[in-house]
């Protein structure tokens, strides 16, 4: 009965020897050979030294409730790699891009490859997958992802290993708050200047008088809105009835919403994103909320963080629905305008502004490494701190040094009422100035946290 | 008869620890060979071996065993913000803390057997789950996960003036300090971390062979193949299997734990219910019942896990580029739904294959091969008393 094992067959003493014998020779012969730790011997972490090509990885959801915006993401790294390496049909933004020392021959007379890996929208196999990437692949960069847990999780392991971190779409204030890192850098808005820009807009329409209920994904990203919203929102003179929060993995909204309608509130701001917000606005509508007047007057819903690939999941739910957005399509300047012509022409229809931002930093970080003249991250983080450029779709803007932050003007939008094709669903309302959302560094929704020293590895 | 025996154990020890040990040498010809997967291999190991004790030797199907992964995880991390950036401490209490849990949950999903039991452990892992996302927030930072910062007390550790983040370290010796050297083009990563992992691997094994060659082990088998008897001749059944549980869960603990030790970061998508499942997977894959089927059937999905999900269209492009290019697209087309995003097709129809073809999983796919050649090579009887103990092994 003891003997109730895979290795029956009889394995002698003698043969059992003779493998540890050969493993002991190669093993010796291991120790021999010239060790060399990582760490100490080169400069920094997956140096490319006189390789001909460097490496980034574009680390996106491809499944789960942001899928749709790491597809979008994907497909705008490519377009950047082609206008980096100037293999593709056009030069996308490098034209217009400003300044800029990028030739159109890759980084440093390098060409850039690329490696892609799935987040799965889980900070565990997020971590997982840009580990591979840096143990294996020998990335120098990690870069995209669609939500603020991953980003805040990625960005972390990024200072550990001594890459750099070019946030994709994270909107949490936490993620150049209290979890920044040297390492990382984000162009995107955060939801501090969500409200900033919001309120205003919100005031004009809605007036001062009213009662919001806020429906929040339940996570960094979502704690972060929804204490911004709300706090723009009762400088207003607004009342907070309540705010429940929502597992990012639900499917079905009904049982959440069922209880605004006997709430007392007259507003529902849905602090979700993504697959989450098409869901629920989309029961929303369902509940009849937006034909009921409460209070003597219309009951409204707004998305404080807007895209046009859910406005497009939500179809005519979104009609009139204000929020805001960190670029649109539609916008008319040039550095758009050549951004939305390459896309298109490549695949068919108009970027999504999670698109926009993980092309935008893909540009910016090679930009700063051919300025730096290395890949060395402490360099290529100076290249970009205190950074000013313009030409790249909003504007004059500013990577401001204390917290990696970008700054720039923010859009509100509007769900439109008559679209003129199935892209065309948002209309800008209003550019918001930058003067307008700008915060100081210690402010308190991102205090708590230190950049540290970068990390070469 | 007790010197073969005996023997054998020795020997199969030996060849494991040189399988282990020899990790990075072995996998780096399958693209495997980095330090993070490498540790997976060597952790989920632990967490697969672990759960066999419980599942192959008592048939006790538990569908929460992530549930004690998640609790090892989130102690270790707790240990590394709070004492010290040693990994003694973190495991300590990551074992200690998902035994105690075992012991808890034991106690009352043992009362049922069957799918009674395997529902109760299962409800009782998404409660964790639901828990660390709700009302355990200011334990588990919710959806962001547990991670250390740069004001974390580390009472034990001199005081941290670099402005980066320490890293997990085994007296000293840092977890992710990796040696790397070339041989025959392919370039070794010995990892720090993932000999540590590998040790620990190495005596979790040793244990559970132990285990299984017991009077213990000898009882748990018994209560597999038909309780009812044993509680008829008097025998309560109740204290070995609950031993056996909190064994189990402490070895899922220590995984959990050693994840937190390369990785310093916990997230409640640990204790989901899929991770329940991948567990259950790879021992059956591997070959429940068997003392190596659990290990191989552990590094097997997370191959496909972490190799085959990242074969993208310009991988295949490159393997079909010596073919003509309307054959090669066509190729292409085949293959593009069974790799990359679809790797979990290709690892559902390997399931579905072994479990029709191959009871046994792995392991008898494995002796079926020997049988096979010892038979050319005119070695037939040896091999006849191979299968018998093999076949045994999956019916009791």
């Given amino acids: 009965m003891s003997d109730k094992n895979i290795f029956t067959s009889d394995i002698s003493r003698r043969d059992v020897l003779k493998t540890g014998a050969k493993a002991g020779v190669v093993g010796a012969s291991l120790v021999s050979a010239p060790f060399i730790i990582s760490s100490s011997a080169n400069a920094y972490t997956n140096d490319p030294g006189d390789a001909a090509t460097v490496k980034l990885g574009f680390n ?53 490859e690329f490696v892609t890996g799935d987040t799965q929208t889980k900070s565990d196999a997020a ?59 984000r162009h995107f808005f955060n939801a501090y200047m969500s409200g900033a820009a919001l309120a205003p807009v919100l005031e004009k329409n809605y007036g001062k008088e009213r009662n919001a209920y806020h429906l929040t994904a339940d996570y960094t990203w979502g704690y972060t809105q929804e204490a911004s919203i709300k706090k723009f929102t009762e400088d207003l003179g607004w009342n907070t009835v309540n705010a429940v929060k929502t597992p990012l993995a639900a499917t079905d909204f009904s049982e959440y919403i069922a209880p605004v309608l006997n709430s007392g509130a007259d507003v529902l701001v849905l602090n979700h994103y993504g697959g989450n917000m098409i869901n629920s606005l989309t029961n929303a509508v369902q509940f009849g ?46 550095g758009s305008k050549a951004f939305v012509k390459s896309f298109g022409q490549e695949y068919g229809f108009p970027p999504s ?26 360099g290529v983080a100076e290249a970009l701190e205190g950074h000013k450029f313009d030409g790249m779709g909003n504007g004059p803007t500013e990577y401001r040094a204390e917290d990696h932050q970008c700054f720039k003007d923010v859009l509100v939008v509007r769900g439109k009422e008559n679209p003129s094709s199935e892209f065309d669903l948002l209309e800008v309302v209003e550019v918001t100035p930058r003067a307008q959302v700008e915060y100081a560094v210690d402010n308190e929704f991102f205090a708590g946290g230190e950049l540290g020293q970068c990390n070469a590895g | ?53 419980l599942f192959g030797l008592t048939g006790y199907l538990s569908f929460g065993h992530a549930a004690f992964l998640g609790i090892g995880s989130y102690s270790a991390v707790w240990m590394f913000k709070l004492l010290t950036m040693n990994i003694v401490p973190a495991i300590f209490l990551a074992v200690l803390l998902s035994g105690l849990a075992a012991l808890v949950i034991g106690y009352v999903a043992l009362r049922r057997s069957g799918i009674y039991f395997s529902i109760l452990t299962l409800a009782f892992a998404q409660m964790a789950y639901n828990l660390a996302y709700s009302v355990l927030t200011p ?47 392919m370039t070794l990563q010995f990892n720090v971390g993932f000999y540590v ?188 008393a191979n299968s018998t103990v093999i076949s045994t092994v999956h019916k009791d």
């Fill in chain 1, 60 to 112: 996106v959801p491809q499944s789960g409730p942001y899928a749709d915006e790491g597809a979008d993401e994907l497909r705008a790294f490519k377009l950047a790699v082609q206008h980096i390496n100037g293999t593709g049909k056009d030069n996308g933004m490098l034209p217009t891009m400003k300044p800029i020392s990028l030739k159109g021959n890759g980084i440093n007379g390098k060409k850039v």
């Fill in chain 1, 127 to 185: 971590r997982a997958s840009a580990k591979s990437m840096i143990e294996k692949d020998g990335v120098v960069m990690v870069s995209g992802g669609s939500s603020s847990g991953v980003a805040i999780a990625v960005q972390g392991l990024c200072q550990e290993a001594g890459v750099i971190f070019m946030a994709g779409l994270t909107h949490s204030n936490d993620t150049t708050g209290k979890d920044k890192k040297a390492n990382g850098f």
């Fill in chain 1, 289 to 334: 909320l937006r034909d009921k007047m409460i209070n003597g007057k219309k009951f409204e819903i707004i998305v404080p963080l807007y895209s046009r690939l859910m406005a497009q999941g939500a179809g005519a739910n979104v009609k009139g629905i204000y929020g805001s957005t960190n670029w649109h399509w539609s916008l008319q300047d040039e």
């Fill in chain 1, 353 to 378: 502004q999670a698109a926009h931002t993980c092309y935008v930093q893909t540009l910016l970080y090679a930009d700063a490494c051919q300025r730096a003249g290395t890949f060395n991250p402490c």
């Fill in chain 2, 1 to 53: 008869m007790f010197e073969k025996i005996k023997n054998n154990n020795t020997a199969i020890m030996v060849l494991f620890s040189i399988m282990v040990l020899a990790g990075p040498l072995i996998m780096a010809p399958f693209g495997a060979g980095y330090p993070d997967l490498l540790q997976r291999f060597a952790i989920y190991g632990i967490f697969a071996v672990g759960f066999n004790l």
């Fill in chain 2, 139 to 185: 334990i588990t930072n919710g959806e962001t996960g547990l991670q250390l910062s740069l004001h974390d007390a580390r009472i034990l550790d001199p005081v941290n003036t670099s402005g980066s983040l320490p890293s997990t370290n085994f007296f000293g010796a840092a977890m992710n300090a990796t040696a790397k050297t070339e041989l025959f083009g």
């Fill in chain 2, 197 to 384: 992992c590998a040790l620990i691997l190495i005596l979790a094994f040793y244990i559970s062979l132990r285990i299984f060659n017991s009077p213990f082990g000898l009882m748990l088998r018994a209560i597999r193949t038909n309780q009812t008897r044993l509680n008829y001749t008097g025998v309560n059944t109740k204290p070995y299997t609950l031993a056996v549980f909190v064994i189990s869960g402490m070895y899922a603990g220590l995984a959990g734990g050693l994840l937190a030790c390369t990785d310093p970061l916990a997230g409640a998508e640990r204790m989901q219910w899929t991770a329940s499942g991948e567990v259950v997977l790879m021992t059956i894959l591997g070959g429940a019942g068997t003392l190596i089927g659990p290990v191989l059937g552990s590094g097997f999905i997370k191959y496909f896990e972490n190799i085959f999900s990242k074969i993208n269209d310009t991988v295949l492009d490159g393997w079909f580029s010596f073919m003509p290019d309307s054959m090669a697209d066509f190729f292409v087309t085949i293959v593009h739904p069974f790799v990359g995003k679809g790797w979990h097709l290709t690892l559902g129809i390997l399931f579905m294959l072994v479990v029709i073809f191959l009871p046994g999983g792995l392991v008898e796919g494995a002796t079926r091969i020997g049988q096979w050649i010892a038979r050319k090579t005119g070695a037939a009887p040896e091999s006849k």
